[in-house]
């Protein structure tokens, strides 16, 4: 069998590569762990070792896209010690076996041995991103389309934006496509649902992602109930990878059925009072219902450089770290809005952009290659940034 080592290939990596030979032969070999996932989606060797170096934390984030974009494949943990939720994280992502490194003789070719004996993964279903706040104008549905956007972008997997909000939804308005298949058509053709159905029905954008959108009139949100949501998000993640979903105000059983059903909540606030008293009601809430801690993302949008209220304070507060900040970049949305466009096309270096593009590449686990610029268009920015500082102040 082939495989592939992701870490630098020094004597330690060519002794370990030796030791498993009689198993796998190590083919590829990555040292730069932002590559791997590009190359082993496109070539799903048997085995992959993914050695986690100095922050095994943040390496999981990319055993985690290994695992999902080639589920046939054994994905091995190298770290270089041990630690309980480590092991405990990494084989709750799927990983095969998780070894300290450099390995001692003869645990690699027992661990190999092991998992090749036990093979037979299963596809792993899609995950889903609920992006959410119980009090409007928080910007949801700008949030969750250009996350769908970046998310399709960086991984090139099946992304599906689902707007949930069944009374009057503006995914489909924002982009003037209108919508041809609603939540409503989903629910009707579940009974006889599979791929073909299914992709040849969604509306595809452009930029690659798929869209379940509402009418554009009024709809009778009460035809679907929390238990039709809980199916029909089961459903779905068995042909995509991920579910973004764009959700009302409120607590309904829809919302709550996505909320349950949500690998990660992305919970927005603004630093302003009544939005932050509003979410610690919504974290207090959560807590009742027994949601894991790390499965709520706080998300601080428009977010102003000089506030009264600034991240840290947020977290102090709400007693939840603030997971990502998003630019009050008013111009950007709105141009995108007015042209019916993902921000991305319509102003891509705007700061609102670049923020929601390292926003999916923390949660995709995918890391971002920013491009070298000249000096001069690096100087220029920070003229730029330093006159936007000035109107925020202002604004304040």
Not at 170 to 190: E, M, Q
Not at 364 to 382: C, D, F, K, N
Request: contains cysteine; proline residues 5%.
């Amino acid at each position: 069998m082939t495989g592939a080592f992701i870490g630098q290939k020094d004597a330690a990596a060519a002794r370990f590569a030796e030791e498993v030979r009689p198993f796998v032969e190590i083919t590829d070999w990555l040292p730069d762990p932002s590559q791997g996932y590009g190359a082993i989606k496109g070539s799903a060797p048997a085995l992959v070792f993914a050695h986690l170096g100095d922050d095994p934390c943040n390496g999981l984030g990319l055993v985690k896209r290994l695992v999902k974009a080639a589920p046939g494949t054994l994905v091995f943990i190298l770290a270089p010690h041990k630690s309980p939720d480590l092991i405990l994280e990494a084989f709750r992502l799927g990983a095969a076996d998780f070894l300290v490194w450099p390995v001692n003789n003869g645990e690699a070719l027992a661990a190999v041995r092991r998992a090749v004996e036990n093979v037979g993964a299963a596809p792993r279903p899609g995950e889903i991103y609920t992006v959410f706040s119980l009090k409007g104008g928080q910007g949801i549905s700008t949030v969750a389309l250009n996350l769908a956007d970046h998310v399709q972008r960086l991984s090139g997997d099946k992304v599906l934006l689902i707007d949930l909000n069944l009374y009057l939804g503006d995914i489909g308005v924002r982009l003037n496509l209108g919508a041809p298949y609603s939540p409503f058509d989903l629910h009707k053709d579940l009974h006889r649902l599979d791929r073909d159905l299914l992709f040849s029905s969604l509306l595809k954008h452009e930029r690659g992602f798929y869209i379940l959108s509402c009418p554009d009139e009024i709809s009778d949100a009460d035809r679907l109930q929390g238990d039709d949501v809980t199916q029909m998000l089961s459903v779905l993640t068995n042909y995509l990878d991920y579910l973004i979903i764009d959700l009302p105000h409120d607590f309904s059983t829809r919302s709550l059925a996505a909320l349950e059903a949500a690998d990660n909540i992305l919970l927005l606030v603004q630093q302003e009072l009544a939005a932050v008293k509003i979410t610690l009601r919504v974290l207090d809430f959560f807590r009742e219902l027994g949601y894991d801690r790390n499965k709520i993302h706080l998300i601080l949008n428009r977010y102003l450089s000089r506030s009264e209220l600034e991240a840290d304070d947020l977290s102090n507060i709400l007693q939840q770290p603030v997971f990502a900040t998003l630019a009050n970049d008013y111009k950007a949305v709105s141009d995108s809005i007015a042209t019916g466009k993902t921000v991305d096309l319509s102003s891509g270096n705007s700061p609102f952009n670049r923020d929601v593009k390292k926003l999916a590449a923390k949660l995709t686990g995918i890391t971002v290659r920013e491009s070298a610029r000249p000096l001069w268009q690096q100087a220029w920015s920070q003229v730029l940034h330093g006159f936007s500082r000035k109107k925020e102040a202002t604004a304040v």
